[in-house]
């Protein structure tokens, strides 16, 4: 592993953690997969707010429309077992389709350019007003026209992916989440990863959650739904470790995978660009971008109660899986700062030995500041931040215990002296940050206590 790569995966953590008690949400787990292993795994908050019960790395959650990059790998194998390939019209193999849908290619549904509707004529299965639509209710709308002309733009749709979950059982013979258990699930190592719900007894799993409003207070929704037609697109439970582990493997240059490389590679290329976004592109079962001149591949999952996000970054062999329990949940904002604190790293460094131990996240009655040593630098991040990095002030340690604030925004405090303060033990208690003394969190949550709650 690189020096600066564990460093910044230690921080990840560490603000990660921050976040989700500042947005008060009811848990998250990340897990970070490095050429093959997993190399970190936390979780934060709870599995149920109702019960109280811990929320740990071993739960599963619905991971959504990460589903597709698993139908799409499966769509790949059966290409590289010459069962099928991606020209063929989808028609070939499921019977009774509107033609103008029989018609559509293989790639165009997995790239979604097939111009289908996207959820169907009632689309409550995604919120709960009625249940996911199982084969014949699907096929009944695949009788329907196309939504707009196949091949002409990038148009999502998870009735494609419950399509090509039919194209896969009338290939294979044999039901969909049994066949893509045997042949890509289990071969690929994950051993905490359902197509679909219920699961085993015993294993855990995270309640999803309402929003506060509008109701005034956060509901648990169960999520363990069967998702009957629509598995292929949005069935998917697993542990944020399976499913970084999973998209690890994806990687072109991964030293192992379920996939050639040169599935891999047509996978992961950018098929089609998203409409009316800035930089995201779709390919076969997956979304890519570009992130600070990282390329990344990965995918996105909403499931009623559940959000998550997982990227895949091939130049650092690297495979990031954030999943959080409710419909507001951060995962796609915190994928973002992940990202940020990332790229830090990698640009500056590991931290030397002079600024190694200036750590430690510090308090005053206005919030925290986290101290970050990379390379002959300590910055002075804000833990709010999406990207904590933002507008940073940068410390140059002088001695054991002295610095100076040789960068900061024309707000701040360029320029101005920094030192730590030390107990009789020779523990750091404090740091004065210009005229600013931050302390630990406890000992500014009991002065404002002291000072504030008397009129109570």
């Known amino acids: 592993m690189d020096a600066w790569l564990r460093p910044a995966i230690a921080y990840i ?39 109280g ?4 790395p071993r739960h599963r959650f619905r991971i959504a429309s990460h589903s597709k990059s698993f139908t799409s790998a499966g769509i790949m194998k059966l290409r590289e077992q010459k069962k099928l390939r991606l020209d063929d019209p989808v028609g070939q193999y499921v019977s009774g389709l509107n033609p103008r849908v029989a018609e559509t290619t293989i790639t165009q549904v997995l790239s979604h350019t097939a111009g289908l509707m996207r959820d169907g004529v009632d689309s409550g299965q995604f919120i709960d007003t009625r249940p996911y639509l199982n084969a014949k209710e699907l096929m009944a709308e695949l009788r329907m026209p196309v939504a707009i002309e196949p091949g002409t733009r990038f148009k999502y749709s998870n009735h494609g992916f419950g399509l090509l979950g039919l194209v896969i059982e009338a290939i294979t013979g044999e039901p969909y989440p049994v066949w893509i258990k045997r042949e890509i699930i289990l071969p690929a190592g994950l051993r905490e990863t359902e197509p679909n719900a219920p699961l085993p007894k015993g294993a855990a799993f995270a309640r999803g959650h309402t929003r506060k409003l509008p109701f005034g207070e956060r509901c648990v929704i169960p999520g363990d739904n069967d998702t009957h037609a629509i598995t292929s697109a949005a069935g998917f439970v697993a542990t944020a470790a399976d499913t970084a582990r999973f998209f690890n493997q994806l990687a072109p240059n991964a030293k192992r995978s379920v996939l050639s490389v040169a599935s891999r590679r047509e996978m992961t290329r950018h098929h089609w660009r998203v409409p009316q976004s800035f930089e995201a592109y779709y390919g076969l079962g997956v979304n890519a971008g570009k992130t600070d001149g990282w390329d990344w591949f990965g995918h996105g999952g909403g499931f009623q109660g559940y959000l998550s996000r997982t990227v895949s970054i091939p130049a650092c062999e690297l495979s990031i899986s954030i999943l959080s329990n409710s419909i507001d949940g951060g995962a796609p904002f915190w994928m973002d700062g992940a990202l940020q604190i990332l790229r830090a790293f990698k640009t500056r460094g590991a ?3 002079r600024t190694r131990d200036w750590t430690g996240r510090w308090w005053t009655i206005w919030g925290a500041s986290d101290l970050v040593p990379m390379g002959d630098r300590v910055l002075v991040a804000n833990p709010q931040f999406n990207n904590p990095f933002m507008d940073a002030g940068e410390i140059e340690v002088t001695g054991r215990d002295t610095g100076k604030i040789v960068s900061a925004s024309g707000y701040a405090s360029h320029g101005e002296p920094v030192r730590r303060v030390r107990d009789k033990r020779g523990k750091v208690t404090g740091v004065w940050l210009a005229g600013a003394h931050v302390r630990p969190a406890g000992v500014v949550a009991k002065e404002i206590g002291r000072k504030y709650t008397r009129g109570k």
């Open 13 to 51: 953590a560490e603000w990660l953690d921050y976040q989700v008690t500042l947005a008060r949400q009811p848990g998250c787990i990340i897990a970070i997969a490095h050429r093959g292993e997993i190399v970190a795994e936390h979780a934060f908050g709870v599995a149920n707010l109702a019960t």
């Open 53 to 56: 019960e811990k929320l740990t």
């Open 351 to 353: 931290p030397t030995r």
